[in-house]
């Protein structure tokens, strides 16, 4: 690959990217419907990062998806596979394009593609200039085949003395296992001399075992009578705690009734003063409403005469100003005329 990365593809609008899904989406189906009418079946899509030609062609690196596929003609095989590829590369940026709307994925592979065919061109480039054709690697190839079945003619060969070594020591097997039964079989006797001798020891120790249960049975009958007498011992004191109950019962029972006629004669009293509650509260409304009334007609007379006092004093400015009523001025006598 090239040492300097490719700079990342802008971010596209929702126009673009809508229009770029619509034509992967397109091509995705029609890649599917060409894979599906093909004479081979679909195989797995093999996605793989950049491999340089030695990686690629220096091992043997046999395909497990088209080995599985016995058809007469390997073109459709690898047409199958390359369609699989396209496929998933296109589903890849189909995906990309929806989460980030952007083609990395898409310009990755391509950059990628291109740098390996660019490696191949170049390698059967350096190949004919050393007179490494088609024709002479395929001598090259049938010799190389040839060895390999004298190879393996050869190998058969010494799987066939293996398959005789096999049986031979099969039938040394059977011999041994003969050997080994009636082996067995004088074992078993000495087993079953020893097991009658142990059969004595046994017994003996049955004896002691049944000492032992009896005393146990011994021990068992005074524990059962111990805890009978403790099982009646509490029995008495479940009778004491159950006449200390109903008295306790009784006892809370009379002092809840105490409390229910204390709570009924609290409740009266609650609701009477309540009720005067109510009343003085309804008195306390009309006072207040008769205040506010009274103070309104205050405000409208003191507003009534305060209008009053002007419109007088407007109408004297007037009277004053104009000469009329009591504010009328006398006419003074014409120049020229005598007084009397």
Request: hydrophobic share 35%; with cysteine; aromatic share 4%.
């Amino acid at each position: 690959m090239e040492d300097s990365e490719p700079e990342e593809n802008p971010i596209l609008n929702e126009t673009e990217t809508r229009l770029a899904i619509s034509v992967l989406t397109e091509c995705i189906i029609k890649l599917e419907i060409i894979g599906n009418t093909l004479p081979t079946p679909v195989v797995p899509a093999e996605d793989r990062g950049y491999q340089s030609l030695k990686e690629r062609f220096g091992k043997e690196t046999p395909n497990k998806s088209a080995a599985r596929i016995k058809v007469k003609n390997p073109n459709m095989v690898k047409l199958q596979r390359e369609r699989a590829l396209l496929e998933h590369i296109l589903k890849g940026s189909l995906l990309e394009l929806k989460e980030t709307r952007t083609f990395n994925f898409l310009n990755d592979k391509v950059i990628q593609y291109t740098q390996e065919h660019k490696e191949e061109r170049k390698l059967l480039t350096e190949l004919a200039e050393y007179g490494l054709t088609a024709p002479g690697l395929k001598r090259e190839l049938a010799s190389s085949k040839l060895r390999t079945q004298e190879e393996l003619s050869q190998n058969l060969q010494k799987l066939a003395v293996l398959q005789d070594k096999v049986a031979k020591v099969k039938n040394d097997t059977k011999v041994q296992l003969a050997f080994l039964a009636n082996w067995e079989e004088a074992r078993s006797d000495q087993v079953c001399l020893a097991l009658q001798r142990e059969e004595k020891i046994l017994e003996e120790q049955l004896d002691i075992v049944n000492e032992e249960t009896s005393n146990e049975l011994r021990v068992h009958t005074e524990l059962q009578i111990a805890l009978e007498k403790a099982i009646n011992k509490i029995e008495n004191m479940k009778a004491d705690w159950d006449a200390k109950y109903l008295k306790d019962v009784e006892d809370k029972n009379e002092q809840l009734r105490r409390e229910k006629e204390k709570r009924e004669q609290n409740l009266s009293e609650l609701k009477h003063l309540a009720e005067v509650y109510v009343e003085h509260k309804k008195e306390l409304r009309e006072w207040q409403q008769f205040c506010h009334e009274r103070q309104v007609a205050l405000e409208k007379l003191r507003y009534e005469n305060a209008m009053a006092t002007i419109v007088q004093a407007w109408w004297r400015g007037t009277m004053v100003r104009r000469g009329l009523g009591a504010f009328k001025k006398k006419k003074s006598p014409p120049k020229g005329a005598k007084k009397k």
